[in-house]
């Protein structure tokens, strides 16, 4: 009998092709897989934002940029003259942001022109980004706009939390606090929610700026509140994480970091249990919303100081590396952690390219997930695309 030795190489060469596929398809359905990224050269520290099948993020070069799930393709990029630390808002075709070069902007999703710009008066106020040397007073974030009936709200450097005509741009009130607020405001029934630098967190009529209650925490309060069952929820430099009575703003329960730990991330409250980082304690905590007892704990091993993103019963929280850290013979950890909602067991994590400088890698930024694939920006200047 006569072998075919160009006939059985073609056969071996299709099984090969075959199994090679299979082995990749396999590969790209494992939850954590490197589906696709994209390096844009600048550290990403914004929330990423999706709507219509456009996600929007904005990085430390300056520019907002807005890219088709899909094909992959930035549509279009707009230039600011400053970081962009803030996260963004989107109703109706209508996209606001603020960027360090002191202005809120309002620009249009579809083909992102300037539809007005308002000044924050933040330009001449410097920040203390994260270093390795005294004052450890970091200040990494920005106040992210959030809407409401007609209005935008936003916090600013120089103490004011704003409410704006959405349309017009134009100031209806501000509350001057005494310290500068980066923390978000949340809306919730006929009030606003935050806190400022100046230790306290506020709550204010939401149409004429008109404060309810205060509540002093006794250190810095960088997060932004959530709120659920009642209670308000958030952290401050004090070490303390604390639930108040949403209508009175008493004290129901806090929990205090024994290690010194800031209570930096923003909370998120979903079913009786609130979900939150940290910082120097290096862990991902789920605390019940009524008593404060902790329900299980997640070592991220890196600062957590990002908000925690809830999808389909999974957990996702990002952490920071910084060296030399100032606790002995504690390396942080850097990546990206997928964790179980209900066991807080690990599901998979993944990492981002090093950086130089004291922030050595991993991600602040909140993600989302959409059909599947989890968007999130590094620290490192890519923007990844994970099975989630």
């Not at 006929?190 to 004429?208: N, P």
């Not at 090093?354 to 599947?372: L, M």
Request: with cysteine.
């Amino acid at each position: 009998m006569r072998i075919n030795l160009e006939k059985i190489k073609v056969i071996l060469g299709c099984i090969g092709l075959s199994l090679f596929l299979h082995s990749t398809a396999i590969a790209e359905s494992l939850p954590g897989t490197v589906l696709w990224k994209l390096d844009i050269g600048s550290a990403i520290w914004t929330p990423v934002k999706h709507n219509e099948g456009i996600l929007y993020f904005g990085a430390d070069n300056g520019v907002l940029y807005a890219l088709n799930s899909e094909s992959k393709r930035l549509i279009w990029e707009f230039k600011t003259d400053g970081l962009i630390r803030s996260g963004i808002e989107i109703v109706k075709g209508e996209i606001w942001f603020a960027s360090d070069d002191g202005f809120l902007y309002s620009i249009n999703s579809k083909t992102g022109k300037l539809i007005w710009k308002f000044d924050l008066e933040n330009l001449n106020l410097s920040r203390r980004l994260p270093a390795v040397e005294a004052p450890y007073e970091y200040d990494y974030l920005h106040s992210s706009p959030v809407y409401n009936n007609g209005l935008i709200y936003i916090g600013g450097l120089n103490g004011k939390l704003y409410a704006l005509d959405s349309k017009t741009g134009k100031q209806r009130w501000f509350f001057q606090s005494q310290a500068k607020i980066r923390s978000t405001p949340v809306i919730h029934g006929r009030h606003v929610y935050f806190g400022s630098w100046d230790g306290k967190f506020y709550c204010l009529d939401s149409s004429t700026g008109q404060k309810v209650w205060q509540f002093d925490s006794e250190g810095i309060i960088q997060d932004s509140p959530a709120i659920g069952g009642g209670q308000v929820f958030f952290g401050s430099r004090s070490t303390k994480f604390v639930a108040l009575d949403e209508k009175t703003g008493k004290l129901n329960w806090q929990y205090i970091h024994k290690n010194g730990s800031w209570a930096e991330s923003s909370p998120v409250y979903q079913d009786g249990i609130v979900y939150v980082g940290s910082s120097d304690a290096l862990k991902l905590f789920a605390f019940n919303a009524k008593t404060g007892v902790v329900k299980w704990v997640f070592k991220t091993g890196g600062w957590s100081w990002g908000k925690p993103l809830l999808s389909n019963n999974k957990i996702y929280i990002g952490a920071i590396s910084a060296s030399p850290y100032y606790f002995e013979n504690v390396k942080l950890k850097s990546g990206i952690f997928s964790v179980d909602q209900q066991s807080g067991q690990l599901l998979w994590e993944q990492n981002s390219k090093p950086v130089k400088g004291y922030v050595t890698g991993g991600f602040h930024a909140e993600g989302v997930v959409v059909s599947g694939v989890l968007y999130v920006g590094g620290i490192d200047g890519t923007f990844y695309a994970y099975k989630a």
